[in-house]
């Protein structure tokens, strides 16, 4: 096996035959490492809006008030790193940029239209999953060191009244922007039927892993590619 194909296989993907044909993608600690981070990022988004804005204040009524928001927030936010942490050193490797990607993203319409036929081969992640992995890397990042600079109770003393404005103002606008890629990646993950299913059982059928990402499937199963009808014909023509 390739360098290449080990990136776009994880250890614990297999292909198990039946009726229908079913193919593990995630197990149990990546499942659980998953949804600690979802839930610690759910949580910090809730408790991080009430103190955004006034009209948002309601929101801390679901940690117990203000206080227990300024409190709980941060450290929330500590479980958030350490837990996406655990997913990047896991999945990092897998969402290495490609060739096939690129072009992936210029076809986004046909992504958007349902023509998969016009869509390139991808492995386990296409280029929409990729892009939503490194963003949230890099904004979980901007988060934790922003939010370390404003954090009054541990680290006050350490800097300065300007250095928190500045801190406070990137915090914020990297909050908005982890929210939103949030809410793309729970929308992509409800709009492609079955997607939901691997993070939840751990498992999604051969016919979703056909669809949306052959050429992980391919590698899963060690088989070649199929030759287009043409190049076929002119092959037994040879």
Same mark, same amino acid.
């Given at each position: @096996?390739? %360098?290449?194909? $080990?990136?776009?296989?994880?250890?614990?993907?297999? #292909?198990?035959? !039946?009726?229908?044909? %079913?193919?593990?993608?995630?197990?149990?600690?990546?499942?659980?490492?998953?949804? &600690?981070?979802?839930?610690?990022?759910?949580?910090?988004?809730?408790?991080?809006?009430?103190?955004?804005?006034?009209?948002?204040?309601?929101?801390?009524?679901?940690?117990?008030?203000?206080?227990?928001?300024?409190?709980?927030?941060?450290?929330?936010?500590?479980?958030?790193?350490?837990g996406f942490l655990g997913l990047f050193l896991r999945f990092w490797k897998l969402n290495l940029?490609?060739? $096939?990607?690129?072009?992936?993203?210029?076809?986004?319409?046909?992504?958007?239209?349902?023509?998969?036929?016009?869509?390139?081969? #991808? !492995?386990? *992640?296409?280029?929409?999953?990729?892009?939503?992995?490194?963003? @949230?890397?890099?904004? &979980?990042?901007?988060?934790?060191?922003?939010?370390?600079?404003?954090?009054?109770? *541990?680290?006050?003393?350490?800097?300065?009244?300007?250095?928190?404005?500045?801190?406070?103002?990137?915090?914020? &606008?990297?909050?908005?922007?982890?929210?939103?890629?949030?809410?793309?990646?729970?929308?992509?993950?409800?709009?492609?039927?079955?997607? &939901?299913?691997? @993070?939840?059982?751990?498992?999604?059928?051969?016919?979703?892993?056909?669809?949306?990402?052959?050429?992980?499937?391919? $590698?899963?199963?060690?088989?070649? =590619?199929?030759? =287009?009808?043409?190049?076929?014909?002119?092959?037994?023509?040879?």
């Amino acid at each position: @096996m390739s %360098t290449e194909t $080990e990136y776009d296989v994880a250890k614990g993907d297999s #292909v198990h035959p !039946g009726k229908p044909v %079913t193919v593990d993608r995630y197990t149990g600690a990546a499942r659980i490492n998953h949804w &600690i981070t979802a839930t610690s990022l759910v949580l910090l988004a809730l408790s991080g809006l009430s103190l955004f804005h006034p009209r948002l204040f309601f929101l801390s009524a679901l940690f117990g008030g203000g206080q227990w928001v300024r409190t709980i927030h941060p450290w929330i936010g500590v479980v958030l790193f350490f837990g996406f942490l655990g997913l990047f050193l896991r999945f990092w490797k897998l969402n290495l940029w490609k060739r $096939e990607d690129g072009t992936w993203l210029a076809r986004v319409r046909d992504v958007l239209t349902a023509h998969d036929e016009r869509l390139p081969e #991808v !492995g386990k *992640y296409n280029a929409g999953q990729k892009l939503v992995f490194w963003s @949230m890397s890099i904004l &979980i990042v901007v988060l934790i060191t922003s939010g370390v600079v404003i954090w009054d109770q *541990y680290f006050a003393a350490y800097t300065t009244i300007e250095q928190k404005r500045w801190a406070l103002l990137l915090h914020s &606008i990297a909050a908005v922007l982890a929210i939103s890629v949030w809410i793309v990646h729970v929308y992509a993950a409800i709009w492609v039927k079955g997607t &939901i299913r691997g @993070m939840v059982r751990g498992s999604v059928t051969g016919g979703w892993a056909w669809r949306y990402h052959r050429k992980w499937l391919r $590698e899963l199963v060690a088989t070649p =590619p199929t030759e =287009p009808a043409e190049d076929q014909k002119k092959t037994a023509a040879e």
